[in-house]
């Protein structure tokens, strides 16, 4: 007598889908930002978006004598999504960091910069560079370049004075601290990085900042084909309140502010809105005010349509300044943690 078959029935788990996260802008505002989602690497696949309109400190000058697109924003990146776990791991990430603070010629510059400039040369363009450094430094995502054409910011201001370069329009000269930006564009016009416009199109959430408003993020906006790309997608878009106002670019305004001159030049309005509760420093806002700096207003709820998250989000790490460094720093920043948990509340409500 022959056996019965027995018919067994096999429950098949698909696998979790990642959330796609682009995160825009350059600077330290993204490098905060990446490095608390760098935590959530195996629900997410993150993708930094960077400026390529920095002409300021060591990425300006390596960009002045080699030609090169700069690469100061896209090290940031680099760095905050870089394996950091093992011994060798963190000596990588540190060298990436190493800022010269001597040496005729090398004083100021950053050795990360100096690498990727390298791997430019040696791979003829800095998308290749970029990937290159990236697997050295075993990225957990990736970093695109928001433009491979060479340009710089151009800023039109309130008295009509037009300022070329982001060094100028970042760092002002005393006497201007007052103005604020009325027009913001690049010369001469860019064509947005295909990479990056697939990322955006292909993305579930598009977070904008924290970060300089308009040398940082809406330095990528107009990039030409940026905003079309925004405005095609399906993705959640998230803006993050910066902390302080900066002079000569954002004085006087409020988180509403630079809410609405970023959905100004996105063409399109903007999904979340994600701002600190924590009372800031007194003796480091007074630092700030001494160069015409101040808290930035909180945002309303009342007063968008947007979803306001109001969480404590400050970071009480001291931020000590590398020796060599000519670029001055923000002292009052984001707390990475803090920043990424309230971002995943975003993506985890949707899935």
């Not at 390596?62 to 940031?76: I, T, W, Y």
């Not at 695109?144 to 970042?170: C, F, K, M, Q, W």
């Not at 800031?280 to 007063?303: H, N, R, T």
């Amino acid at each position: 007598m022959g056996r019965m078959s027995q018919a067994i029935n096999l429950k098949v788990t698909e696998p979790t889908k990642a959330t796609k996260v682009v995160v825009v802008g350059g600077g330290t505002g993204t490098h905060t930002m990446l490095r608390g989602l760098k935590q959530y690497h195996t629900e997410v696949e993150l993708t930094a978006i960077v400026t390529m309109a920095d002409s300021g400190g060591s990425t300006g000058r390596l960009r002045d004598e080699f030609g090169c697109l700069p690469v100061g924003d896209a090290r940031m990146a680099l760095v905050a999504l870089a394996a950091d776990i093992e011994d060798h791991e963190q000596l990588v990430r540190e060298l990436f960091l190493y800022r010269f603070a001597k040496g005729n010629g090398l004083s100021g510059h950053n050795f990360g910069n100096l690498l990727l400039t390298a791997l430019t040369d040696i791979l003829g363009n800095e998308v290749a560079a970029i990937e290159a450094a990236s697997r050295i430094l075993r990225v957990r995502g990736q970093v695109l370049p928001v433009t491979t054409d060479n340009v710089h910011l151009r800023a039109t201001y309130d008295d009509g004075l037009e300022a070329v370069g982001e060094s100028l329009i970042d760092e002002p000269p005393e006497e201007r601290w007052s103005h604020r930006i009325h027009d913001l564009g690049v010369t001469p016009s860019a064509v947005l990085n295909p990479l990056a416009a697939a990322a955006l199109a292909e993305a579930d959430v598009i977070i904008f900042g924290p970060g300089d408003l308009y040398t940082s993020i809406l330095a990528n906006c107009v990039v030409d084909g940026f905003a079309e790309a925004v405005q095609a997608t399906a993705a959640s878009t998230v803006f993050v309140g910066n902390l302080m106002t900066k002079a000569g670019q954002t004085t006087g305004m409020s988180t509403h502010d630079h809410l609405q001159e970023l959905e100004r030049y996105l063409g399109r309005s903007v999904d979340h809105v994600v701002q600190n509760s924590d009372a800031l420093p007194e003796g480091l806002i007074k630092k700030y005010q001494a160069e015409y700096e101040f808290p930035v207003v909180a945002l309303d709820a009342s007063q968008v349509a947007a979803t306001v998250h109001t969480e404590p989000l400050l970071s009480h790490e001291e931020v000590v300044s590398t020796s060599g460094d000519v670029v001055r720093r923000s002292l009052i920043r984001h707390d990475p943690v803090k920043l990424a948990t309230v971002i995943r509340t975003l993506w985890s409500a949707s899935s």
